[in-house]
């Protein structure tokens, strides 16, 4: 038969990466346009935020606006004024050129200052169109996983002393990993690249295969023992889908022999460490044979040398059996 030596590690699925998006400035939720399970694209509007102005700078932005259009109006006059002189012969073309880049120049800053009012009261200038922050957008091609805020709620930008509000969890949903935990007494004898099997709680009679792609160098205490993590790739087949958070198990394969000679480990009998079982020589006459056993999964074990086939073993601790 064939024997395999395993273990076992508890976890969970959990996307590689999953995305929290967060506001660039601080208002009210003004629209959600999104719910968890959606598909989205990079680029895709999520929700849209009402900014709150600030009244310091607020009140600045408006004056900073008030003195531009005075200064534009000046400058206008001046323009105009020097534009008639002009016709007239008066003032040479490098004059007027120098009057004409100043008004200009003031119509310019009178836009800037609408700009900036603009965005200190709605967080978006006239023409910057489809590029306002007020907007929050995916940063990723993902599932919708989780939107924690509704259409009324205050956001916090993300800054040095904040983390920010999340709006919204996105995640590739075909790019799982299971994070799971092994004891260390097994740790070893894993490395990178090994096949595991996932049995999901939640789901009956499937069986995920999995690649094992990381092992965490430090161990942490859990309840008296000491657990390493361990990730592995999921491999899903087309038209597969799992959801992030799902519990699983993982059966990794940590030894294995095809096609050997096996015997149940309840016949082996120990004497000074070295293993026997009691082989018929006639009907109903037994001797003690030494073996010599190789891998054991815990219930059958195999027999490097010591038996063949067509051997029949003593069924020693059979409570039934009568000598």
Same mark, same amino acid.
Request: charged share 25%; glycine share 6%.
């Given at each position: 038969g064939d024997i395999i030596l395993k273990t076992v590690a508890s976890g969970s699925i959990q996307p590689r990466? +999953?995305?929290?998006?967060?506001?660039?400035?601080?208002?009210?939720?003004?629209?959600?346009?999104? +719910?968890?399970?959606? #598909?989205?694209?990079a680029g895709d509007i999520l929700a849209e935020v009402t900014i709150v102005p600030n %009244?310091? /700078?607020?009140?600045?932005a408006e004056n900073r606006l008030s003195r531009a259009k005075i200064s534009r109006d000046d400058a206008k006059t001046t323009y105009?004024?020097? /534009? +008639?002189? $002009?016709?007239?012969?008066?003032?040479?073309? %490098?004059?007027?050129?120098? $009057?004409?880049?100043?008004?200009?120049? /003031?119509?310019?800053?009178v836009l800037g200052a609408e700009d900036?009012?603009?965005?200190?009261? +709605?967080?978006?200038?006239?023409?910057?169109?489809?590029?306002?922050?007020?907007?929050?957008?995916?940063? #990723?091609?993902? %599932?919708?996983?989780?939107?924690?805020v509704k259409q009324g709620n205050s956001v916090i930008e993300a800054n040095n002393f904040n983390d920010g509000t999340t709006v919204a969890s996105v995640a590739d949903m075909k790019d799982l990993i299971f994070v799971?935990?092994?004891?260390?007494?097994?740790?070893e004898k894993l490395h990178e690249? %090994?096949? #595991?099997?996932?049995?999901?709680?939640?789901?009956?009679?499937?069986?995920?295969?999995?690649?094992?792609e990381h092992i965490a160098p430090k161990g942490v205490e859990e309840s008296g023992a000491?657990? $390493?993590?361990?990730?592995?790739?999921?491999?899903l087949e087309e038209g597969q889908f799992l959801r992030a958070g799902y519990s699983a198990n993982a059966d990794v394969e940590l030894d294995r022999r095809d096609n050997i000679l096996t015997i149940s480990e309840t016949l082996v009998q120990y004497k000074?460490?070295?293993?026997f079982v009691e082989v018929e020589i006639s009907p109903g006459a037994f001797e003690s044979r030494d073996v010599k056993l190789g891998l054991s999964d815990g219930l059958s074990v195999e027999v490097v040398s010591g038996l063949t086939l067509e051997d029949k073993l003593k069924v020693w601790n059979k409570p039934s059996f009568k000598r």
């Open positions: 990466q +999953e995305i929290l998006i967060k506001p660039q400035v601080s208002g009210i939720v003004r629209m959600v346009h999104i +719910e968890a399970g959606d #598909i989205v694209k %009244m310091s /700078a607020l009140s600045s105009d004024r020097n /534009a +008639e002189l $002009f016709e007239q012969g008066v003032v040479s073309a %490098m004059d007027i050129q120098q $009057f004409e880049l100043l008004y200009n120049q /003031a119509k310019e800053e900036n009012l603009r965005i200190v009261r +709605e967080g978006v200038a006239s023409r910057s169109g489809a590029k306002s922050n007020t907007l929050i957008r995916s940063t #990723i091609d993902g %599932m919708i996983l989780d939107v924690p799971g935990k092994i004891d260390e007494s097994e740790v690249g %090994m096949d #595991i099997i996932l049995s999901i709680g939640a789901i009956n009679d499937t069986k995920y295969p999995a690649t094992l000491i657990q $390493f993590e361990i990730k592995a790739a999921v491999v000074k460490r070295q293993a």
